[in-house]
């Protein structure tokens, strides 16, 4: 399960680890914690390809369940709102991985606008003129 998974990797057992995480998948194949996890570990194996999609379904799980036009925060220290942070920030070193900083800018920007650290669809925080 998730739990033992997380356990097994922190012991250094990529390959238990990555076996629990994948049986707790079958009990609950849209468990964003799982995916988030597995993504982390494919970046650590070097393959952004397979932690892109982990991340990449996460994230459109938790798009799923905003709902259509969201213009609201999201506060990051919410344990709840963590998985959707970090399958945003996963999902975007992924890209960078694959030479594709195209695509991770703009997701950095949403968990920015989403965090409250900058104003909607406004300039990134930084020093005033």
């Known amino acids: 399960d ?40 494919a970046l650590e194996d070097n393959d952004p390809a397979l932690a892109r999609g982990h991340f990449g379904y996460a ?19 919410r344990p709840a709102n963590r998985p959707f942070f970090d399958a945003i920030e996963g999902l975007a070193a992924s890209y960078d991985a694959l030479g594709q900083p195209a695509e991770s800018e703009p997701l950095r920007r949403l968990a920015a606008d989403l ?15």
Do not use: M
């Open 115 to 129: 965090s409250g650290a900058r104003p909607r669809g406004g300039p990134p925080p930084g020093p005033r003129p």
């Open 59 to 77: 994230f459109e799980l938790a798009q799923r369940a905003l709902p259509p036009g969201f213009s609201g925060r999201l506060p990051r220290q």
């Open 2 to 41: 998730y739990e033992e998974g997380i356990e097994l990797w922190k012991a250094g057992d990529t390959e238990a680890a990555r076996d629990a995480l994948r049986y707790a998948l079958q009990g609950c194949g849209d468990n964003l914690w799982v995916h988030v996890a597995l993504g982390r570990i």
